[in-house]
């Protein structure tokens, strides 16, 4: 059983940045045993993929609409993991979802998610 809280949303200017944190307790299992991820849901729009990461963080998958601009990381020791967003564009407005997986292949590939965050909002302004 994993818990997920996510943090950091707000308004920020086209252009701007903005660093959102997700902090999970994992009952069970250790935190670092899970892939960690992060969705998105626009107003009218389905919830989409965002990033994924393994559970020692050696690898990252970015959806192609926000390659180079977002950065994923995770400390294991404080059981969390980070979204830092750079270069926000008025389509990145939406709810952020931190997700937990089983595995990474379901995560990135099948985006199959075990545990999810209550989601945080992130408004970007023109």
């Known amino acids: 059983q994993v818990q997920l809280v996510e943090s950091g949303g707000g308004l920020v200017q086209v252009g701007g940045s903005l660093s959102l944190s997700c902090a999970a307790s994992?009952?069970?299992?250790?935190?670092?045993?899970?892939?960690m991820g992060w969705f998105r849901q626009a107003p009218g729009k389905e919830r989409e993929f965002v990033v994924g990461?393994?559970?020692?963080?050696?690898?990252?998958s970015y959806a192609d609409s926000v390659k180079g601009r977002f950065t994923i990381s995770r400390d294991n020791g404080k059981n969390g993991v980070y979204l830092q967003m750079n270069r926000l564009k008025p389509e990145d407005t939406a709810v952020y979802y931190c997700?937990?997986?089983?595995?990474?292949?379901?995560?990135?590939?099948?985006?199959?998610?075990?545990?999810w965050g209550k989601g945080t909002l992130v408004t970007v302004s023109s």
């Open positions: 997700a937990a997986s089983n595995s990474y292949y379901s995560l990135v590939v099948m985006k199959k998610v075990d545990y």
């Open positions: 994992a009952s069970g299992r250790t935190f670092s045993s899970y892939a």
């Open positions: 990461i393994t559970g020692g963080g050696a690898s990252v």
